[in-house]
């Protein structure tokens, strides 16, 4: 079974410009959450999708904005970069509506400079 | 509101010797909690899960994990290093019904020979 795959690895940004982060669940779960990891903030919570809704929403700028599809994949867009955008962007996937009891399986991230 | 805390930001243990990575939540209501270990350059992986099945719980790569209420802890556990241990390891929790984990700043574990 494959696992969460996200797109591009690596990325590197000019301020202003935009981007977008692709992530492809692992196979059959419908539930897709992003978090931002930077070693100042540490792991933080962006949002979570579950057939193709948004359910849950963390505290950024609405800069960040993300989308799911009817095959689960989703993607992740943010707007007029900043440098402070730049982090390590983690997807993670679960099967069920409560992630909780069956566990969250992250992809290996996507990391994103910005100069 | 939830969070964890996670005492010691960097760990030192020689190879052998037991590991002891201290995790403290708080939660209003009973929590879902997790540890994860993160590889660099990589993404975080599962360790092991509390879902309230079982106070002891049992991960992969031998660490376990004990929920103490009274103590609101799940302090992370392995018998014996090795120097393939090393690397960072992070505490978090959810809520039920939820699908948000909040996570602790992580502790960095250094395995000696």
């Known amino acids: 079974k494959a696992g969460v795959t996200q797109t591009p690895r690596y990325l590197i940004k000019t301020r202003g410009q935009q981007v977008t982060l692709s992530c492809s669940p692992i196979?059959?779960?419908?539930?897709v959450s992003w978090y931002q990891q930077t070693p100042g903030q540490g792991l933080q919570f962006l949002f979570e999708?579950?057939?193709?809704?948004?359910?849950n929403k963390g505290n950024f700028p609405g800069r960040f904005s993300g989308r799911q599809f009817s095959n689960s994949r989703s993607e992740m867009n943010v707007s007029t970069l900043e440098l402070g955008d730049s982090a390590l962007y983690l997807c993670?996937?679960?099967?069920?509506?409560?992630?909780?009891?069956?566990?969250?399986?992250f992809g290996s991230g996507t990391r994103l400079t910005v100069v | 509101a939830q969070s964890v805390t996670q005492l010691g930001s960097h760990v030192s243990v020689s190879e052998g010797a037991l590991v002891l990575l201290r995790c403290n939540y708080s939660?209003?209501?009973?929590?879902?909690l997790f540890w994860y270990v993160q590889y660099p350059n990589q993404g975080l992986q599962l360790l092991l899960k509390?879902?309230?099945?079982?106070?002891l719980v049992k991960g992969i790569n031998g660490f376990e994990a004990e929920f103490k209420k009274s103590e609101t802890s799940f302090h992370l556990t392995k018998p014996s290093a090795h120097m393939s241990d090393a690397a960072e390891y992070f505490c978090?929790?959810?809520?039920?019904?939820?699908?948000?984990?909040?996570f602790g700043t992580g502790t960095q574990l250094k395995v000696e020979l």
């Open positions: 509390y879902t309230s099945a079982a106070t």
């Open positions: 978090a929790v959810s809520r039920s019904g939820g699908n948000k984990l909040t």
């Open positions: 999708y579950f057939s193709e809704t948004q359910r």
């Open positions: 939660s209003s209501v009973p929590p879902y």
């Open positions: 196979s059959g779960h419908r539930s």
């Open positions: 993670a996937s679960s099967d069920e509506r409560q992630g909780n009891v069956y566990g969250y399986t």
